[in-house]
């Protein structure tokens, strides 16, 4: 068997695109990856305990200790982050449903590495609350992208992308229920693309 490509997830919350993904490589979905370890930059994550039953490294890097006066201190919350991306040798760096913007430094570090999951059609509603924000411009239908990573929030290259359709009666809540298996067929489908 040839060498696995190393997969690193970062994940700030509920961590089911992340189950999406391990479960789709233990199941043959995804060929030559092997995830090496999932990082948090919250310690109450539910992605945590998911990463713990299925026997994957899972790592802390608490980012609301960076935070003082109502101030982000990422250039510092970084560091940590990077030498732990480094020790890892990550081949790919997942972002899913990673809450915080990437700095500069390790976008730059990991050139074409970096993919994120994003909850729109994308270039539509970058940023937070984007089924909101669909539904808010009274969209018909929206969806989720993968893309690479760059610097412009939510602007690089699309892997692909899925629709589904907005119903009258929609919440945000309703929405994101509806759209997240597609997201995580989508992260699936994305992965092995990039990995065949
Ligand atoms: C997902 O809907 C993902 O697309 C979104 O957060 C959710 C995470 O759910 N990401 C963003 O909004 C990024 N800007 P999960 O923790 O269950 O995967």
């Known amino acids: ?35 090496v370890g999932l990082i948090s930059n919250r310690s109450d994550a539910l992605a945590l305990s998911h990463a713990k039953l299925r026997a994957i490294s899972y790592h802390v890097i608490e ?26 040798k990550p081949d790919l ?3 899913a449903g990673y809450m915080l913007v990437l700095g500069k430094e390790i976008i730059q570090t990991f050139p074409k590495k970096i993919i994120n999951i994003h909850p729109s059609l994308l270039p539509k509603f970058r940023g937070l609350h984007a089924q909101k924000q669909a539904l808010e411009n009274g969209e018909k239908e ?7 990573v760059t610097e412009g929030l939510d602007e690089g290259p699309t892997i692909l992308q899925a629709r589904v359709p907005i119903l009258p009666n929609d919440t945000e809540e309703s929405l994101s229920l509806r759209l997240l298996p597609l997201e995580h067929e989508t992260y699936v489908s994305a992965l092995k693309l990039i990995l065949k």
């Open 63 to 88: 980012s609301k200790l960076y935070r003082a006066n109502n101030k982000f201190d990422r250039p510092t919350y970084e560091k940590p982050l990077l030498s732990l991306l480094l020790s890892l």
């Open 1 to 35: 068997m040839g060498l696995k490509n190393r997969i690193v997830v970062l994940s700030s919350g509920r961590g089911s695109n992340f189950c999406a993904i391990a479960d789709g490589i233990t199941q043959g979905k995804i060929p030559n990856a092997e995830i």
């Open 142 to 148: 929206t969806g989720c992208t993968v893309h690479w």
């Open 93 to 95: 760096i997942l972002l």
